[in-house]
C-alpha cells in the first residue's frame, strides 16, 4: 500500500497549456505539501495545507493553484505552463501539522513543458 | 541571506570506507535541521531531526551531529545500498520554513 502517491508519474505537455498533479495520502496525516525539485536538485517548498487550510504560501506564480478538496488529497493545478516549470514536482505529507513532524514523500511527477 | 550548503557536491567511496558529508548553513532563527535520503526516481526519505548544537543521532551506520553552524553525517564502513543523495534542510523560526540544500551524492563501491 502506497502511503503518499501521485499522478501522473510523467508529464509532457506544450507550453501554454493547463495542467493538474494529483497527490493523495493514505496515513491520516493533516497536513500535506508541494514542493518542487529543479534541474539542480534543489527542493523548494510551494505550498501548505493542514486541513485543508493553506498554511504557507511561498514565492510562487499565481499560475500554481493548490486545491484540497479534503485532508487526503492536495492536487496541483498549473495554468499558462512555461519552460521554466520544467521539474520534478512532490507531494508530502506530515502529522499534526507541524513542519518538525516526519514528512512522508510520494514518488514525484516529472513535468516536461516544450 | 539563509543559505545552506552541502560538501562535497559528491563523493565515491570503497565499502568499508567511512566517511562524512558536510552541511553548513547561515539562518537566523533556526529551529531544526532535517537529514533526508533520496534515491534516483524517488522522493526524499527522512533520517534524522537534530534540534540542538551537540545533539547526535544515530540509524544503522549513519550518524549526524549537530553545531551552532554545521552538521556532520558519517557513515561508518558503508555498503553500496548506502548510495543515494542526501539532502540536509533547515526549520526557520519564522513562518515555518524549510530551506534545503543542493545534496551530496554519495556512491559507494564494492
Known amino acids: 500500500d502506497t502511503a503518499v502517491s501521485q499522478t501522473p508519474k510523467y508529464l509532457v505537455t506544450q507550453m501554454g497549456n493547463d495542467k493538474s498533479i494529483k497527490c493523495e495520502q493514505n496515513l491520516g496525516h493533516d497536513t500535506m505539501y508541494w514542493y518542487k525539485q529543479d534541474s539542480k536538485k534543489f527542493l523548494k517548498i510551494m505550498f501548505s495545507?493542514?486541513?485543508?487550510?493553506?498554511?504557507i504560501n511561498e514565492t510562487v506564480p499565481n499560475r500554481f493553484s493548490p486545491k484540497s478538496p479534503d485532508k487526503a488529497h492536495l492536487n496541483l493545478h498549473i495554468n499558462s505552463l512555461e519552460l521554466g516549470d520544467s521539474a520534478v514536482y512532490f507531494c508530502a505529507s506530515s502529522q499534526a501539522g507541524g513542519i518538525t513532524d516526519t514528512q512522508y514523500f510520494g514518488p514525484g511527477t516529472r513535468l516536461t513543458v516544450l | 541571506e539563509d543559505q545552506v550548503t552541502q560538501s562535497p557536491e559528491a563523493l565515491r567511496l570503497q565499502e568499508g570506507e567511512s566517511s562524512s558529508l558536510n552541511c553548513s548553513y547561515t539562518v537566523s532563527g533556526l529551529r531544526g535541521l532535517f537529514w533526508y535520503r533520496q534515491d534516483p526516481g524517488k522522493g526524499p526519505e527522512f533520517l534524522f531531526t537534530?534540534?540542538?548544537a551537540g545533539e547526535e543521532k544515530e540509524k544503522e551506520r549513519l550518524k549526524a551531529t549537530l553545531t551552532k553552524k554545521e552538521s556532520f553525517l558519517h557513515i561508518t564502513a558503508p555498503k553500496p545500498e548506502d548510495s543515494a543523495t542526501y539532502l540536509c534542510?533547515?526549520?526557520?523560526?519564522?513562518?515555518?520554513?524549510?530551506?534545503f540544500g543542493p545534496g551530496t551524492s554519495l556512491s559507494v563501491i564494492p
Open positions: 534542510a533547515v526549520w526557520k523560526t519564522s513562518y515555518d520554513k524549510v530551506i
Open positions: 537534530l534540534y540542538s
Open positions: 495545507y493542514n486541513n485543508k487550510e493553506l498554511i
